[in-house]
């Protein structure tokens, strides 16, 4: 199993998720990650690395080389400007961040199957 496919399984585990879900989201081909996961493939298209990168708010760096450098600062301060945003004061409990970001995919899931319901009929 690639590292690649190591952090994006974290980081869907780390947000309550399941892979199938993320690729569903993203539109990234669920294909493509099983055979990342194999071992048929080595990596995945850069395109598909900044849509997942993106999902979950992590730079690209961090997908490919596990590197948090920039990614660790980028999200301290999008963490900090969420919170402001969302309670007025950047002092708040992360857990609480955590909670805010678990309810959000709760209703971006709902979202969609919403959309595919509706399109079905």
């Not at 309550?16 to 048929?40: F, H, P, Q, W, Y």
């Amino acid at each position: 199993m690639s590292e690649l496919y190591n952090r994006i399984e974290k980081l869907c585990k780390e947000n309550g998720i399941n892979v199938t879900v993320m690729c569903k989201e993203t539109g990234a081909s669920r294909g493509s990650l099983t055979d990342l996961k194999s071992g048929r493939k080595k990596s995945l298209s850069t395109e598909t690395i900044s849509k997942i990168a993106d999902y979950f708010n992590v730079t690209t760096d961090y997908l490919i080389s596990g590197s948090k450098e920039n990614s660790v600062s980028v999200s301290a301060n999008i963490d900090d400007s969420i919170k402001f945003a969302l309670f007025g004061d950047a002092d708040v409990d992360d857990e609480v961040l955590d909670d805010v970001r678990r309810y959000a995919l709760i209703a971006r899931q709902m979202r969609e199957e919403k959309k595919r319901k509706s399109n079905k009929e």
